[in-house]
């Protein structure tokens, strides 16, 4: 349409409006525009949809890059997150919105329920948990619904809020040769890098049980387009030599106070970054063209325009982790039984003792001093005094408007058992 024409169109805005969609939308509807892109297309579609994405953390990056994945069509995604929605998290955690926050949902939860209403055609398993040494493995290698195998994880997206959990991360990943990808967002700052680890093999051609690309022609409804069909038929393995791994580069966590979005706040566009391009490489990944993903840790600063690069290209040798294959933290021996969130509270990791959360409730209903008690099938939470505690079927507990650890184990002992 020319721009005279643009003048002469009647208005359009017309109370009858287009007839409604009948029926499923199809994949050929949904993914046009990204099968386009040459460096995705058909085959690269294909292989998104067989692909399995694990996303650790559920907040503000997580929420965006489990977006992302989930509107490119990514198959299968799991999403790991102990916490539930807040109101001071609706100012960029894009998967929520304030009936979570004020039913208190589970981001975990929330995001599956979320990501239905825009493409109900993945799989997603929330898993509500806190990722320890305990249940890495079975968080990383089963889904929640036994009954529905998926395939393997392929990548695991870091999007916690804490270098604790990265390390154990980090061990996890290079121990079992799965990719990851380092993400971190506070004030203005992003930061990302990706690491793939010794023994990691890239996806060799088409996915098993992949149709031909005529296949695909057919399926994909005649769609296709010949740059991409191009590209696509000249997809083969690269070789991929393992990066460097997050202890190579940073051989021990930050130690003493570190920023927290709680201390430092946050912007929303520095989170997006991080997501965005942590999202890319992984498309990069996913659709079999590792050799095309960036080898240095990358940052940014929003606000003051600087940007830096630190070489992540090799593996060090005399590295602990990827050199050495020493995994403390996998080992557990560096994990307390209770933590500080950084926001005013303490959580305690009682993974071995289930609560019947009606049954507490019942007996909570005694308590004179207790207030605003609140349960649905996934927490059970209540304030008394200055404390807000939320309590996790595994046995789980965050408890809010302390720092001190003795006063958060006494209300702990209190009102869930010693
Ligand atoms: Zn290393």
């Given at each position: 349409m020319r721009l005279d024409e643009y003048a002469a169109a009647p208005p359009a805005a017309s109370l009858e409006g287009p007839a409604p969609i009948a029926g499923p939308i199809s994949d050929r509807d949904r993914y046009s525009r990204q099968v386009l892109f040459p460096g995705i297309g058909i085959v690269g579609q294909q292989r998104l949809a067989s692909s399995h994405v694990a996303i650790v953390g559920c907040g503000a990056t997580g929420a965006a890059s489990a977006s992302l994945l989930a509107r490119a069509g990514v198959g299968t995604l799991t999403l790991i997150d102990r916490d539930f929605v807040e109101p001071s998290n609706l100012q960029r955690q894009v998967l929520f919105d304030e009936a979570d926050a004020r039913d208190s949902l589970p981001k975990a939860e929330a995001a599956r329920r979320h990501i239905a209403r825009f493409n109900s055609t993945i799989a997603v398993h929330p898993r509500i948990a806190d990722l320890t040494p305990t249940n890495i493995a079975e968080l990383l290698t089963f889904?929640?619904?036994?009954?529905a195998p998926s395939p393997p994880i392929d990548l695991i997206l870091d999007a916690t809020d804490n270098f604790e959990t990265r390390y154990l991360l980090n061990d996890f990943a290079v121990q079992q040769s799965i990719p990851w990808i380092y993400a971190a967002a506070i004030g203005a700052y992003a930061a990302t890098m990706n690491i793939l680890p010794t023994g990691f093999q890239p996806t060799?051609?088409?996915?098993?049980g992949a149709p031909s690309m005529a296949q695909s022609h057919r399926d994909m409804g005649g769609m296709i387009n010949a740059h991409a069909a191009t590209h696509n038929s000249q997809l083969t393995t690269h070789n991929c030599p393992p990066t460097s791994c997050l202890a190579c580069i940073f051989p021990t966590p930050p130690s003493g106070n570190t920023d927290t979005c709680d201390t430092a706040g946050i912007l929303s566009t520095a989170v997006n970054l991080a997501a965005s391009i942590q999202v890319t490489e992984a498309l990069k990944l996913l659709t079999?063209?590792?050799?095309?993903?960036?080898r240095t840790l990358l940052s940014f600063d929003l606000w003051s325009n600087e940007r830096s690069e630190i070489s992540a290209t090799t593996p060090r040798p005399d590295c602990e982790v990827c050199g050495l294959r020493i995994f403390t933290h996998l080992t557990g021996t560096a994990r307390p039984h209770i933590t500080l969130c950084g926001r005013d509270s303490v959580q305690i990791h009682e993974h071995r003792r289930p609560l019947d959360l009606t049954a507490l409730k019942t007996r909570l209903?005694?308590?004179?001093?207790?207030?605003a008690l609140r349960s649905n099938d996934l927490l059970l939470r209540f304030r008394r005094g200055p404390h807000t505690l939320t309590l996790f079927p595994d046995g789980r507990a965050l408890i809010q408007g302390t720092t001190d650890i003795a006063v958060a184990r006494s209300l702990y002992a209190r009102f869930v058992g010693a």
């Open positions: 889904n929640a619904d036994q009954t060799p051609g088409n996915p098993p079999g063209q590792p050799h095309l993903m960036r209903q005694t308590h004179a001093d207790i207030q």
